[in-house]
């Protein structure tokens, strides 16, 4: 049988709460981190919810210079693209700071699903522990691009990064980090808000395998939640 997921849920009463406090904790883990192992190493997520993070940790006080960004998918779109992953963290936060410009991991998703994941696959393979990942939860019970009907299960046989081609949702194309990739991680924390998340909550805390289900790192996963969302 496989692993079960270990999950802590946060139910926050309003929004802006969870966002401070989700805001705190990252600074916290950074600090950690950074003492311990000289490095941060963050997965970042795309969506509402994470944008208003990112510009609150424009004005936290870090040593930027130890922190090395990475994505959990992207869309294949051109590289400025505003709906692209890299493109909102960057207006939202990463041009604001002084993290070096080498130590921003961007998915080249602009190459095509396929090229970009090999790519990616080659600039993650020396990270053995992320130290976070952030992720959402969608309406459909989706994470990063792992949709459900699609193989999302953390199969150590599946490519670290994975081409997907027929999103449900716009666009078809993207690139996305397994889910075995995605619990290699210290910590994983879903940030997730607003009642139209309530129904994948449910079913996510009814025990269906949604495909956020299926992010398994050994210290389980912390998943953020304002009332709205959890129901």
Not at 53 to 74: K, M, N, P, V
Request: hydrophobic share 45%.
């Amino acid at each position: 049988m496989p692993a079960a997921q270990i999950r802590v849920w946060h139910v926050y009463p309003e929004t802006g709460l969870l966002q401070q406090r989700a805001t705190q904790g990252i600074a916290r883990l950074a600090a950690e981190s950074i003492a311990a192992r000289g490095a941060f190493r963050i997965v970042l997520a795309g969506g509402n919810t994470p944008r208003a993070i990112y510009e609150r940790l424009r004005d936290i006080r870090t040593a930027w210079q130890s922190w090395h960004i990475y994505f959990g998918d992207e869309r294949c779109l051109p590289s400025d693209h505003a709906e692209r992953n890299s493109a909102m963290a960057s207006e939202a936060w990463l041009a604001h700071v002084d993290i070096p410009a080498t130590q921003i991991h961007v998915i080249p998703a602009e190459l095509g699903a396929e090229e970009a994941a090999r790519q990616y696959a080659l600039s993650i393979e020396s990270v053995q522990m992320f130290d976070l990942v952030l992720l959402g939860l969608g309406a459909d019970g989706h994470t990063a691009s792992l949709f459900p009907g699609q193989n999302f299960r953390p199969d150590l046989r599946q490519p670290a990064v994975q081409a997907v081609h027929q999103s449900p949702k716009p666009p078809a194309e993207r690139v996305t980090l397994s889910a075995w990739r995605l619990g290699e991680a210290r910590r994983v924390w879903y940030l997730v808000t607003g009642a139209d998340k309530a129904p994948a909550v449910r079913k996510w805390r009814g025990g269906e395998h949604i495909p956020a289900a299926e992010i398994k790192p050994a210290d389980g996963v912390d998943i953020w939640v304002d009332a709205a969302a959890f129901g």
